[in-house]
């Protein structure tokens, strides 16, 4: 039972235009996301996160939107390099005690054409 | 500079083998981690460690076994045991256990003939 869903497997977009991923969750419990953008065989690297408090979190080009009534997050890449193009990892997790592991998304691939 | 190093990046073994997988960070971080990614799949976690001398057992942990004596390191042997051990096998480690941001190593690429 996936509790993290990422639907899109993949995703093509223009260089400079906007990429949105997309990131659906079923636990009500979860109360911070992340996301992480892994090149091939490579380890993720952690790219931005959101707590449940907020609904917005901006870095740079990087930005995550959390709407938890519909217990869905986007992050969007404005303006798309061709540098972005990698698989990005949505991830969740949730205060159960001492128990805070992390439920990981399928990944989103992204192309960004030039 | 500070980091994780797993070694090494690919990794060929014989069926039947038990094949150790090393990790070490330099980060001073608490807690450290073992995933398995396959091909379309996400990440799914085999153990975990959250302090020295102590882990658990993860999603998957059948046929994999760790250690954690030092700080600094967290060796995940793959077992015969384990029955399709092909994989890209990462390391990951945070400040503790409760913070949820993790930190990963390169990668190996474990093949079995």
């Known amino acids: 039972d996936q509790q993290v869903k990422q639907n899109s497997p993949s995703l093509s977009v223009q260089e400079g235009r906007i990429s949105i991923l997309n990131c659906d969750y079923t636990?009500?419990?979860?109360?911070?996301f992340l996301w992480y953008k892994k090149y091939p065989a490579e380890g993720p690297t952690f790219l931005i996160s959101i707590s449940s408090i907020k609904d917005k979190n901006e870095d740079g080009r990087f930005t995550v939107f959390l709407n938890k009534s519909a217990k869905h997050l986007s992050l969007h890449i404005v303006p798309s390099q061709p540098g972005d193009s990698a698989v990005y990892f949505c991830a969740a997790s949730a205060d159960a005690g001492n128990n805070r592991k992390l439920i990981w998304g399928l990944g989103t691939s992204l192309a960004v054409n030039p | 500079d500070g980091g994780i190093t797993q070694s090494p990046k690919y990794l060929f073994r014989k069926e039947g083998q038990n094949v150790t997988l090393s990790c070490e960070q330099n980060l001073n971080h608490d807690a450290m981690y073992w995933y398995r990614q396959d091909p379309g799949q996400g990440l799914r976690l085999i153990y975990y460690?959250?302090?020295?001398?102590?882990?658990q057992k993860g999603d998957i942990a059948e046929g994999y076994s760790v250690s954690r004596e030092k700080k600094e390191s967290f060796p995940l042997t793959v077992t015969s045991a384990q029955k399709n051990p092909t994989a890209f096998y990462l390391c990951a480690s945070s400040p503790s256990f409760s913070t949820d941001t993790q930190y990963f190593g390169p990668g190996t690429r474990l093949t079995v003939l």
């Open positions: 460690s959250q302090i020295v001398n102590d882990f």
């Open positions: 636990n009500s419990m979860f109360d911070y």
